[in-house]
């Protein structure tokens, strides 16, 4: 059986090492996309099976609800969002546009 496809979206540096790393030793085949352009690109030649996104861009300026709704848009497939943000606000609209679950930061990958 092929390993579960995963798109790590995000641009900080530190959380994608850290997520690839502890995703790739469970097994599972990571990819990553830096931004909305590289999301669209790699989910039209890729049908991956958990989306991964986190809100808080901090190097581009890039709006990670947007890219929640066009990852949703594209894909049938489950999206997590992630962010440090706890605003029940934040939660509700990510959830809207199509997020399957919302945790904050930081969390156990225990």
């Known amino acids: ?4 496809k995963i798109l790590l979206i995000n641009d900080e540096p530190n959380i994608l090492r850290t997520l690839r790393r502890n995703l790739t030793s469970r097994g599972y085949e990571v990819s990553i996309a830096l ?3 590289e999301t669209q690109t790699m989910i039209s030649r ?3 099976d958990l989306h991964i996104l986190n809100l808080d861009f901090s190097i581009i300026d890039v709006d990670g609800l947007a890219i929640c ?5 594209a894909s049938l497939a489950p999206i997590i969002v992630l962010s440090t943000v706890g605003s029940e606000k934040v939660k ?5 546009l199509g997020a ?3 945790l904050v930061m930081p969390f156990s990958m225990g």
Do not use: G, K
């Open 92 to 96: 509700i609209d990510a959830l809207d």
């Open 69 to 73: 709704r066009q990852v949703r848009e």
């Open 35 to 37: 931004d909305d352009e």
């Open 100 to 102: 399957d679950d919302y």
């Open 46 to 48: 890729t049908d991956f």
């Open 1 to 4: 059986m092929a390993p579960a």
